[in-house]
């Protein structure tokens, strides 16, 4: 069955980057589009961005620009967030979703705590 | 950037009892362009509705989508225990954003 299992919590300094990986299960990447969405803690959803099925479209919200970029290891059928110039607001759970290109669907990863703190 | 505003921000019922959630965006939606999503705590969301009105795999038919242009409603004809819940809905008419969320509570 499909499964999405995301890597495990990080703490993270101040400026300091973060990668957060999303394995897939009983799918191939290239098959679908991948989300990743973020939640501060006791907070709302946030979508940051997404990965095309072929790897050579993202789309991120603005506000992530510049910071944010997404990879795919295709041997191992992993996808990868990373976040650099890390702020103490910047912590919060992580979670990728298998979706469509238009929205995060049925299958998520079971989140990535990251916290950012000096 | 399309603001959504959630309410009621908590919704107070029993089970059994019919929910109604609104979600008002700050521009039109092409295509309405609107999903609902449901979390749990401690949980990921869960994708309820999709494209306003239309209902995800695996979704029971009490919970029914609505709404076009800017406004739009979740239904959940009669409340069980496990739809005890926050959901939120979501645009991707513009860059994607969701909305603050609704609470039902028992």
């Known amino acids: 069955q499909v499964q999405l299992v995301q890597s495990g919590a990080e703490v993270k300094k101040p400026g300091a980057s973060v990668r957060v990986s999303c394995k897939a299960s009983g799918y191939i990447v290239t098959n679908y589009h991948l989300h990743w969405v973020r939640q501060a803690p006791g907070q709302g959803l946030e979508w940051m961005a997404i990965i095309n099925p072929t790897g050579i479209y993202t789309t991120y919200t603005p506000k992530f620009q510049g910071r944010i970029t997404m990879t795919r290891d295709t041997s191992t059928n992993t996808v990868y967030m990373d976040l650099s110039s890390l702020r103490p607001d910047d912590t919060a759970v992580y979670f990728c979703?298998?979706?469509?290109?238009?929205?995060?669907?049925?299958?998520w990863g079971q989140g990535t705590l990251v916290t950012v703190s000096s | 950037e399309i603001v959504l505003t959630q309410s009621p921000g908590t919704l107070s019922l029993s089970p059994g009892e019919r929910a109604t959630l609104s979600c008002r965006a700050s521009?039109?939606?092409?295509?309405?362009?609107l999903a609902w999503y449901q979390q749990k705590p401690g949980q990921a969301p869960r994708l309820l509705i999709y494209d306003a009105s239309s209902r995800a795999t695996g979704i029971p038919d009490r919970f029914s989508g609505s709404g076009s242009g800017t406004d739009f409603t979740l239904a959940i004809s009669r409340l069980e225990p496990e739809d005890f819940a926050v959901y939120y809905c979501h645009q991707y008419s513009g860059s994607r954003t969701f909305g603050q969320g609704t609470k039902v509570e028992i």
């Open positions: 979703a298998r979706g469509s290109q238009q929205v995060p669907g049925v299958y």
């Open positions: 521009q039109s939606l092409s295509s309405n362009f």
